[in-house]
Each structure stands twice: as structure tokens, then as C-alpha cells.
């Protein structure tokens, strides 16, 4: 990869996803419930940080464009449809004969959801954004995560 790509929010976004993607199979060939907690607290940690960066600086710049305005409200949705997913998972707790199907539901809606962004929107910004616009939204998209991250650790499963 051509080193000015490297920070572009587009690519950000595919590692996150690829991250998120990685835990989820981890996640699901694990026996022991202390490491599924372990790891769902990962999984909270990371999908939110995400999430909310990326309402925060990648749907925000969609939004100006009438090709993905659409996609961007679905999007939103699914957010929070994973964050209500989330939340009743953190109160379960892994121990929990319900926890178990709550988890399948999110990593099929999340992966719904990534197929969509990396998809649809991802081609739709490609074809109305300049790299140089890509590299400062990389930019703040890496701001926002670092600014949100201290609520988040707070919110995490694993702070209980
Ligand atoms: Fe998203
Ligand atoms: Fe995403």
C-alpha cells in the first residue's frame, strides 16, 4: 500500500472492521466464560469506539451527499440496534444462557452492517470524495476515537 493511503478514513475504517471481524471468530470458537467476558468486553470496546467515530466524523461528511444520505440513516440504525444489543449483553453477562444468542445476533448484524458500509457507501465516497479530503477525515477519524476512548473504557463490561 502506497505509504500517503495509509491514513486514509476509508482504510481506518477496514482495519477496525477487520479487528472487530478477528474477535468475533475468536469470540465464538471460546470455551471458557471468563475469557468469553474478556473478550465481549473487546468486542464493547471496540465496536463502540468505532461506532462512535464514525458518527462523529465519517457519517456526518456522508451526509452532504445525496447518493448516501439514505445509506447513512440505515446506518445509523444498525448502530444503534448493535448498541441495544450491547448494552443488555453487559448486563447478562457471559454466563447467561441468553448471552449466547444475543452474541449471534450482533456479529450477523455488525457483519450485515460492515458488508453494507465497505460496499455501498465505501464506492459512493470513492466516487465524490479527493484523497486529500480522505487523508484529513483519516485524520479527525482517529481524533475522535482518541477523545471518546476514556468514556468508553468507563462504559466497558470489564470496569464493572
Ligand atoms: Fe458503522
Ligand atoms: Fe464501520
Redesign the pocket.
Known sequence: MAKAKTGDILSL?EI??GEVEQLFEKIQKEKSAKKIQELFSQIYQELTL??RA?ELVFYPAMREYEETEELIEEAEEEHNAAKILLEEMKQLGSDDEEFKTKLMHLIESVQH??QE?EEEIFSAVRGSMEDEELQALGQEFQEAKAKVEPDVKTASPAAR
Open positions: 475504517i477496525d472492521h468505532h461506532a464514525e452492517h460492515v458500509e
